[in-house]
């Protein structure tokens, strides 16, 4: 990692790669050109209106985020990008239905210049979806060399000086860690052997990481969360983030489950279920990709709550958690929650929870946050894993040694000394004795 002076400068353009021009990459293309020209505002972005405290309370110093660490302008990002379907950005914003037409039609040249490039996609890994737009070659090595060629050619075509690569596309069925994933010698033998165990979010991660690109995926499956890739990212100093951005129903989860714990509470039982409708919805309505998105949403309850320090409390706790494709709904996501709390002496109590939200508005700001945080990390010499960024997602990406932070403010408060710490900044403890003194 490099010291505070030795940030390397946001100059020149910034290239944004996208797999998938689904509901969250469009909202996010959409809003940064729609927050350019002045017609919105970024709201739910920490990079954009986010401030961080600076010294003591008693300091008032509190500048923008985007004031005090050097971060690319929104003016500066260019978009690109993959999708199995060959609809450009503003046909793909109408399908997703998440923007009003009057606000898409007042960004239409801007959109219909990003056009998805041939995808790589095997139906094995997304059961309910097949589109005509796709890559093909005799084996998975020759599909990484084609998405390295297109990124090679994003740059030069838009004299872009560096890129990040962002994955926005479907949730890949439940996979875990293989032989062909321990090594990068494993996994390229994997590549030229079309080793099943590689699905298509792997090529991409693999292509990005081999050409030293910042990685991030906002979505649960493996992607690059496998010792073969973090060991090239090692290799190529490319910082990498994952899985599964924090929005909907887990953001809340998260936001209310460290307070009752805080307050040692004890739940005997915590009931989530969801309708929506969007493609991702569908996609998750096939029982082998909603294992992914499960397995991510569960983790959640056991890391913050910590079972295993007090097993009174949480050692019982029923945790189901339901998706239901319900089409009426588009985008427009409605969550339930029923918590069945304990309080002193054993009294039973209920809390409900009824969040009628926007899967994609809470989705787009964390997607331009994390291209931006990640391009600072690359141009700061932070490689492989970001912890910093879990605040981000569901599952955060982590050392093998350690259990992942999955509290909402200890995870804003790592993010917000990292910030700190690269400007060469005083971190905040918020211990506070001295006021007292
Ligand atoms: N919307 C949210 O709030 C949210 C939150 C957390 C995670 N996610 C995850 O983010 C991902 C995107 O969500 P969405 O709502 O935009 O879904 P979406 O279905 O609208 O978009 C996904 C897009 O990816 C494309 N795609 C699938 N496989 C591809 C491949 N191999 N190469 C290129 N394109 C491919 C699809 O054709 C589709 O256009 C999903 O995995 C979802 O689970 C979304």
Redesign the pocket.
């Known amino acids: 990692m490099k010291s505070r002076n030795e940030i390397v400068p946001p100059t020149g353009r910034l290239g944004v790669l996208l ?8 909202t996010f293309i959409a809003g940064v050109h729609a927050i350019r020209k002045s017609l919105a505002s970024a709201t739910g972005s920490l990079t954009q209106m986010g401030t961080i405290r600076l010294g003591k309370r008693t300091d008032g110093r509190s500048p923008m985020i985007r004031d005090f660490i050097p971060l690319a302008s929104l003016d500066d990002l260019v978009f690109g ?5 060959d609809d450009n950005c503003y046909e ?1 914003s109408r399908t ?1 239905g998440v923007l009003e037409p009057a606000l898409l039609d007042q960004l239409r040249p801007e959109l219909e210049a990003v056009r ?1 490039w041939p ?4 139906q094995k ?2 059961k309910r ?1 097949m ?1 005509p737009n796709l890559k093909t070659a005799t084996n998975k090595r020759e599909l990484a060399d084609q998405v390295i060629a297109d990124i090679r050619k994003f740059k030069v075509d838009n004299q872009l000086d560096r890129m990040v690569m962002v ?6 069925i439940f996979m875990t860690p293989q032989p062909v994933h321990q090594s990068l010698a494993a996994f390229e033998v994997g590549l030229e052997a079309s080793d099943p165990a590689i699905p ?2 792997m090529i ?1 991660a693999y292509a990005a990481i081999k050409e030293g690109l910042p990685y991030a995926n ?4 493996l992607s690059a969360d496998v010792p073969a890739l973090t060991e090239l990212a090692a290799q190529t100093e490319s910082p990498l983030a994952g899985k ?5 129903q887990t953001l809340i989860k998260t936001i209310v489950a460290p307070g009752l714990k805080a307050r040692l509470l004890g739940i005997d039982g915590w009931f989530s279920t969801n309708i929506l409708g ?3 919805g ?3 309505d096939d029982p082998e990709s909603f294992k992914t ?1 499960e397995e991510s949403k569960k983790s959640v309850l056991d890391y913050i709550l910590q079972p295993d320090l007090h097993p009174t409390l949480y050692d019982d706790l029923h945790h189901v958690v339901r998706i239901n494709y319900y089409p009426p709904r588009g ?1 427009n996501k409605e969550g339930w929650d029923n918590i069945d709390l304990v309080g002193w002496l054993d009294y039973p109590m209920q809390l409900k929870i009824n969040f009628l939200c926007r ?2 508005i ?2 787009a700001p964390l997607v331009l946050d994390l291209v931006l945080f990640l391009d600072l990390a690359k141009r700061a010499g932070m490689k492989g894993v970001q912890e910093w960024l879990s605040f981000y997602f ?1 599952s955060p990406i982590h050392a093998p040694d350690l259990y992942p932070e999955h509290d909402l403010f200890i995870q804003l408060m790592k993010l917000k000394n990292t910030l700190r710490f690269l400007r060469g900044d005083e971190l905040i403890t918020h211990l506070g004795l001295e006021y007292y003194d």
């Open positions: 797999v998938g021009l689904g509901a969250v990459s469009t990008g993959w999708d199995i379907f793909a997703a998805p995808a790589v996609f095997d890994y997304v979806l589109g994955w926005c596309g479907s949730t890949e298509s979010s991409y906002a979505a649960p499956n599964d951005l924090k929005t909907g969007n493609r991702d569908e996609v998750l998105k985008d899967d994609s809470l989705a569901k």
